[in-house]
């Protein structure tokens, strides 16, 4: 039931106080429709959430192995720390000598993503991954512009890149260049070799790669570029398996973003706020967005700036977030959580090996990719029935049919903070339900049974979605 349908005229939730200024009557800025919002009393309002959030399956519920995502423990202090009065009773407008400590954190967040990444500057401002992949590219655009390279109009994206990727390129009005990934699950250096050329912009890379790998030509791949005349783009997506241990920077990469939303916990899912800042090389710092915070390169020219792409200072409390999860951590805490992010994951590989075929059978990152084809074609069961099926145990499903080269695929990324037991259940789970899709496959193919909702279906919601309430 919707909140709109508990509706009942003259009920509310708030009692305002009597009126003690004059009173005040809009006029031009005034609505033709008073606003259809629900009249309910408080204790609706508590128990419609309530009840929708006992629907609901988060981190906090239980497993949530979703591939790409890196659903990763979002640590209580953020939240408190998040909640600071100094924090959220400010507004962006108010003089700048009144919120000193938030310009620090800024400043301090800015110089310790620097660091992890191996990036001379950065701005805090995109919203998300994909917003960033836009700022970033937007830098590389200008850097040519400036140079009055304008031949330059494509981007080079592997076969396996996250869809934002070649997606936020064309934005900025490039035109896309697929290369196709080797026998390894990496860049084919020869395909690489073919589409280089004099009409490079830029190549997008994230490394490890969405099958979870890491590319061991990465050195090699961003000389290929910066040899043409192009730049190096890095998703930092999956920063989560490699920070503290080596940089973007390192590797060749001139701009790249990061998901604090997942990198560096907060919460995510759902569509909620992220924050996406991009990084880049000294030489690309002034086309950054302004305002810029942190220790800037020498040479820096704000004038020079491709403008803002949000408003004020970016998400910030994810920001806060962000910066309390470092400052717990430490550079030592840093590089152990992604040590053990690809334990888990190599753990959890290891252990389901056995029952299932993996796309690329080599060690893996922070995540791996198995592929159902093979138990599709004997048993008829597919990565949706098993992916469906892991819900009846109280288990978020992993990522279902991405990247899509893989046929089938499942891609599993445990995160470091699940124990030992959580991942030796979740592999028995998954042994349990390989066996069914043997002898009982058509169990599978309604699952899930045990939900509130049962298995959805797909076609009519993509067909006839009811995306408005109807009064
Ligand atoms: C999540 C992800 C993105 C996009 O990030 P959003 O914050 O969801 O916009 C881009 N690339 C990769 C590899 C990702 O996993």
């Not at 192009?230 to 241990?245: E, K, P, S, T």
């Not at 810029?292 to 200072?313: E, H, M, Q, R």
Request: aromatic share 8%; glycine share 10%.
């Amino acid at each position: 039931m919707l909140i709109f349908e508990k509706s009942q005229q003259g009920r509310t939730a708030i009692t305002l106080d009597k009126l003690d200024v004059p009173a005040y009557t809009l006029k031009a800025e005034k609505r033709e429709q008073e606003a259809r919002l629900p009249e309910v009393s408080e204790i609706d309002v508590v128990r419609h959430y309530t009840a929708l959030s006992k629907k609901a399956h988060g981190v906090d519920d239980g497993f949530y192995p979703l591939g790409s995502c890196t659903m990763k423990y979002n640590p209580r202090i953020n939240e408190k720390i998040s909640g600071f009065d100094g924090f959220t009773k400010i507004h962006p407008l108010q003089d700048k000598s009144t919120v000193k400590g938030c310009t620090e954190l800024m400043d301090t967040l800015t110089d310790r993503l620097c660091e992890i990444t191996g990036m001379d500057a950065m701005t805090l401002q995109p919203a998300a991954g994909a917003h960033g992949e836009f700022t970033g590219i937007m830098l590389i655009k200008a850097y040519h512009a400036s140079r009055k390279d304008t031949k330059r109009t494509k981007i080079i994206v592997p076969d396996s890149a996250h869809g934002t990727n070649p997606a936020s390129a064309h934005m900025c009005g490039f035109d896309i260049v697929s290369v196709p990934s080797n026998a390894e699950g990496g860049v084919d250096i020869d395909e690489l070799k073919k589409v280089v050329g004099e009409d490079t912009a830029g190549l997008m890379l994230t490394n490890p790669n969405t099958l979870g790998l890491f590319d061991k030509n990465i050195l090699k791949i961003t000389e290929i570029i910066h040899k043409a005349g192009g730049l190096c783009y890095y998703d930092g997506a999956n920063l989560n398996a490699v920070m503290g241990v080596v940089r973007p920077g390192d590797m060749g990469f001139d701009c790249m973003h990061l998901n604090i939303h997942k990198t560096f916990s907060t919460p995510h899912g759902g569509g909620g706020p992220g924050a996406g800042p991009v990084g880049c090389k000294a030489f690309l710092a002034s086309f950054l967005p302004v305002p810029v915070y942190g220790t800037l390169p020498k040479g820096y020219n704000a004038k020079k700036s491709i403008g803002k792409v949000k408003t004020f200072y970016g998400n910030f409390s994810v920001l806060v977030r962000g910066a309390a999860y470092i400052d717990t951590l430490g550079a030592e805490g840093i590089k152990d959580a992604a040590q053990k992010a690809v334990l888990n994951a190599n753990y959890l590989l290891s252990q389901l090996k056995g029952d299932y075929d993996v796309a690329y059978d080599r060690i893996c990152m922070h995540e791996f990719v198995l592929t159902l084809q093979g138990l599709k074609d004997e048993t008829g069961v597919s990565a949706m029935d098993i992916a469906k099926g892991m819900l009846d145990w109280g288990m978020h499903p992993p990522t279902m049919y991405f990247p899509l080269i893989v046929h089938e695929a499942l891609m599993l990324e445990p995160t470091e903070t699940e124990t030992k037991e959580t991942l030796d259940q979740a592999v028995e789970v998954l042994k349990t339900l390989k066996k069914q899709a043997v002898e009982n496959p058509e169990i599978l193919h309604d699952s899930p049974r045990k939900t509130i909702i049962g298995r959805v279906d797909e076609v009519r919601a993509a067909r006839q979605p009811i995306l408005k309430y109807q009064f």
